[in-house]
């Protein structure tokens, strides 16, 4: 993964992650296959994990622990209705900066 890409994932894995929980409920190793299958294949698990103990603690997500019969239960995280918000002003944000972005990249292509 290019150092600009890793920086620029800084700023926008917390809104895709919750944009992946808004599809429906989801525990972390099953999110990091998500994002591996998105195309993240970098994103380590170790990231995702630190990513959901912060949404967990800024009140974002509704967590239950759920039996596994691979071992201890697993957390599973929900988006509850903070989340929802957040998330909805993450993607008003997006679709701010990418038509800012588009504009200046058609600008400077001319």
């Keep these: 993964m290019s150092k600009q890409m890793t920086e620029m994932l800084k700023g926008t894995l917390e809104g895709i992650v919750l944009a ?8 972390g190793y099953e999110i990091t296959a ?22 967990e603690q800024r009140g974002l997500v509704v967590v239950e622990k759920v039996p596994s019969e691979k071992g201890p239960p697993r957390k599973v995280y929900s988006l509850n ?12 944000t997006w679709r701010f900066l990418t038509e800012r972005l588009a504009s200046l990249q058609k600008k400077g292509s001319r």
């Design 20 to 27: 992946i929980l808004s599809v429906q409920p989801e525990y």
């Design 34 to 55: 998500r994002l591996r299958d998105m195309g993240f294949s970098d994103i380590a698990e170790g990231t995702v994990y630190a990513l959901l103990v912060r949404i």
């Design 81 to 92: 209705a903070e989340g929802r918000a957040y998330l909805d002003e993450f993607w008003r």
